[in-house]
Structures are given as C-alpha cells and as structure tokens.
C-alpha cells in the first residue's frame, strides 16, 4: 500500500483529474495498480454520469476541509465554490469525512424563543446557542407563531417611543434642540416621520431647516451645521435666535444679507427680528 505522503497525493490527483498514467508516473506504481487505489481508497469513479463541475485546487480542497470542520453546510461550500452540491460530498467522502447528521431540534419553550427573537436574535444565532440548524429554529418559529416582521415593528416602535422620549425632556429642559446635538449626543437621526410624531405629541413645536449657510458673496453659518434642523417649544423664540448668532462665521456682513439668508431658510418671522437685535 502507499504511506499516508503519496496517499494524500493520488486523492488529490485523481480529484484533480490527473490521467491514469501521470498519476502512475508520479507516484512511481503500475498504472493497473490505479483503479486498485481507487476502489481501496472509495474514490469516486470518472464516469460520465457525475464528473466534477469544477476542478478544484489543492488549496481548495483544504479550505473544503477547513469550512467542513468549522460547521459549514454542504450548499454554503457549494455555493461558494460555485458547484454542484453532489460535487461537494463527492470530494468530501474523497477526504474520507462523513456527513454530519442533523441535531435534533432542542426543547425550547414559545417564551423563551420569543425573548430572544425580542432582542434581536436571528435564527442563526439562536441556533448556534442551541447548537443546531437555522431551519429548525424557523419551524419552531413558525410552530408557535412568532412573527419576525411583527417582532421587528414592535421594537421599531419601541425604539421610536425611547427617541421621542428623549427630545420631549431636552426640549422640556433648554426649550429648543438641532439634528447635530441629537446626532452627537444621542445617535437619534432626524426625518420627516419623526417630526410628524413629534407635531402630533406636542403642543407649540416648530422646527425649520438650514438648508443654505452663505449667499454668493458672504459664508454666514459654520458648514457643520449643512441641513441641520433646529427643533423649538414655541417662547423659546430667543434661545434659537440666540443659537444662530452662536454659529455665525462673520459678522461684518450687511444686515439685508442676513435677513434675505433667514427668509430663505424659512426661519420664522418673530427668529428673524430678535436675531437683528442681538446683532
């Protein structure tokens, strides 16, 4: 028989599909003694009917190896190799590893599922927990009826309570707040869905858009604050005109400019007015 060296070697050339005669050549035997190995070694015979797709290198066949230990399935190592599934077993039994047989699904009760599917757990974590597969987890999913859509609404809407939450005690304590202090401070990220929320909510809120920091000539506000939206409890009308005058970038610029730039950026009146008197 061959030692465990050039054992290694006739799997990887016949896999390879090295001709009969190199194979013999290489490995110094009769070329009768190859189809000898071959049924000896339970490699596949080059038939016709199922020959590899792709040949695959000696470095693939060890990252097969590696995948295949590391828990891999048989369509993931196909589908990265760009094979055939049945071409996948057909090297694995060729490296003499069996197939894994499938764990059971684990005894897991409706609430503790859903606790975790709660927390946002996908099924491939909660089966690595459970060390079994992704498909069983699904059916039990589906056996208790738990909803990953409705499960994902209801901590969307949890997580939307916790950020209106949030702006209704930052207005409550300092009256006004911007998209750039919510972003920094909090990672809340300001839309038009979250302002329409926050209109319904509260009583007297207003907001209004940088959109443009400078004119033609003058550069007006810091360019931080590109698209920032100022949010305000109405009566805080000075804390915000205030604010505007904080992020100013030059203030030997005529009070027209000022005033035209306000106006295009929708600030409302009464801003406008306290803005110039704080000039």
């Not at 760009?82 to 077993?89: P, Q, R």
């Not at 975790?116 to 491939?124: I, Q, S, W, Y």
């Not at 920094?184 to 979250?194: A, P, Q, S």
């Given at each position: 028989m061959?030692?465990?060296a050039?054992r290694?070697m006739?799997?990887?050339?016949w896999?390879?599909?090295v ?5 013999a050549?290489?490995l110094n ?5 190859v189809?000898?190995y ?6 596949p ?24 230990m590391?828990?891999a399935?048989?369509?993931?190592i196909?589908?990265?190799f ?8 057909m ?12 764990s059971?699904c ?9 606790k ?9 974590e909660?089966?690595e927990?459970y ?9 039990l999913?589906q056996?208790?009826?738990i ?13 939307l309570n ?5 702006i209704?005690?930052?207005?409550n304590d300092k009256?006004f707040?911007t998209s750039?202090e919510l ?12 302002l ?6 509260i009583?007297g ?12 000539k ?13 949010i305000?409890?109405k009566?805080?009308?000075k ?8 992020i100013?970038v030059?203030r ?17 009146k ?10």
């Open positions: 061959l030692d465990d050039k290694k006739f799997v990887r050339l896999l390879k599909g001709k009969e005669e190199e194979i050549k290489r035997i009769r070329v009768n003694m189809p000898v071959v049924k000896v070694l339970g490699l015979p080059r038939t016709k009917r199922s020959p590899p797709n792709k040949k695959l290198s000696d470095e693939d066949l060890e990252l097969i190896k590696e995948m295949w590391d828990g399935t048989i369509k993931e196909a589908d990265y760009n094979v055939h599934e049945s071409t996948v077993l090297y694995l039994h060729a490296m003499g590893l069996k197939r894994r047989v499938k059971k684990p005894n897991i009760s409706k609430e503790e599922l859903e975790l599917c709660r927390e946002g757990l996908t099924d491939k909660i089966a927990i060390n079994t597969s992704s498909h069983c987890i699904a059916r999913r056996k208790y009826g909803s990953k859509r409705i499960l994902m609404k209801q901590r969307y809407r949890k997580k916790n950020i209106v939450e949030t209704i005690n930052i207005l009256g707040t750039v972003r920094e401070k909090y990672g809340i990220h300001v839309n038009r869905n979250l329409n929320i926050l209109e319904n909510l009583d809120i207003n907001y209004f858009k940088l959109r443009y920091l400078s004119t033609a003058y550069s007006v506000f810091h360019t931080k604050y590109t698209n920032t939206t100022i305000y409890l009566g805080y009308e804390k915000v005109a205030t604010f505007l005058q904080r100013m030059n030997d610029i005529p009070s027209g400019v000022f005033k035209h730039l306000l106006k295009a950026n929708n600030v409302p009464e801003i406008i007015e306290l803005f110039h008197k704080l000039l």
